[in-house]
């Protein structure tokens, strides 16, 4: 239990996350509940929702299960509703799902791609702010996006739909600190590096893509998907009770090079 003058750092908070059935959704889910919030765990796949539930309830957490498609903004109005139902006003929004397409920019169906990823990465976070809004304000919470070092900086094979998609979660989070400050909203992002995912799993079975991304990370190795916790913590508790707009890398020191 992460623990500050003897109380968990986010006592008596509602934490919703996206794309909380796996990989770093589900790790930041696990660590909000550690951290003493009520978490609600939404995706698009209800069998590993459960399971990352499972998981926290397992631990003396407490947690609840919805399906999202993030890309939905009807079913980001349902789920909204539902997270009332179950658990009250949202204090912590964590806006972490998405998704990844590789190719190069002009082949057949480009377009396509640009939509998908744009419907998810980009969409669905304003989607999913717009509904939980109200209840946002009501709680003076936060917002935490899933931005990516590709908020920075382009990488060879992905899509220029990806890179494009979380340079706007970026500017998104800092156009939205700007605009809700006045409600006693903050929104931060963290930037992920190359992180220990199952999207990341065919990048890190190509060893020339390994190779590029080691040459570049001083750390030396890929980072853990449990490794988000830690920052999505400190950002949605009052520790950060005076940082908002900031898009934070956990990335090994990728950028610094």
Do not use: C
Not at 56 to 79: E, H, M, N, R
Not at 207 to 215: E, H, Q
């Amino acid at each position: 239990m992460i623990e500050f003058n003897g109380s968990p750092l986010l006592d008596g908070q509602v934490a919703v996350v996206t794309g909380a059935g796996q990989g770093m959704g589900r790790e930041i889910a696990i660590g909000l509940a550690a951290a003493g919030a009520k978490v609600v765990v939404a995706d698009v796949n209800m069998q590993t929702t459960e399971e990352t539930v499972a998981l926290i309830t397992q631990q003396g957490g407490t947690a609840w299960s919805v399906l999202w498609d993030v890309s939905d903004p009807d079913q980001a109005k349902q789920a909204a509703i539902r997270v009332h139902e179950l658990a009250g006003d949202a204090s912590i929004l964590v806006n972490n799902a998405g998704i990844h397409r590789r190719g190069q920019f002009g082949e057949d169906g480009h377009l396509d791609t640009w939509r998908e990823v744009m419907a998810v990465n980009l969409d669905g976070i304003m989607y999913g702010i717009t509904a939980f809004l109200d209840q946002l304000k009501r709680t003076q919470g936060n917002i935490i996006n899933l931005a990516s070092i590709q908020s920075f900086t382009a990488a060879p094979n992905f899509t220029t739909a990806y890179a494009a998609s979380k340079g706007g979660v970026a500017m998104l989070t800092k156009s939205l600190a700007v605009d809700l400050a006045q409600h006693g909203v903050r929104v931060n992002a963290i930037a992920p590096g190359f992180i220990e995912t199952p999207q990341t799993a065919v990048s890190r079975a190509n060893p020339d893509r390994v190779a590029f991304v080691m040459s570049h990370t001083p750390m030396k190795r890929a980072g853990r998907a449990d490794e988000m916790a830690g920052p999505a913590v400190f950002l949605a508790s009052h520790l950060a009770s005076f940082v908002t707009g900031v898009i934070l890398p956990v990335d090994g020191g990728f950028l610094t090079l």
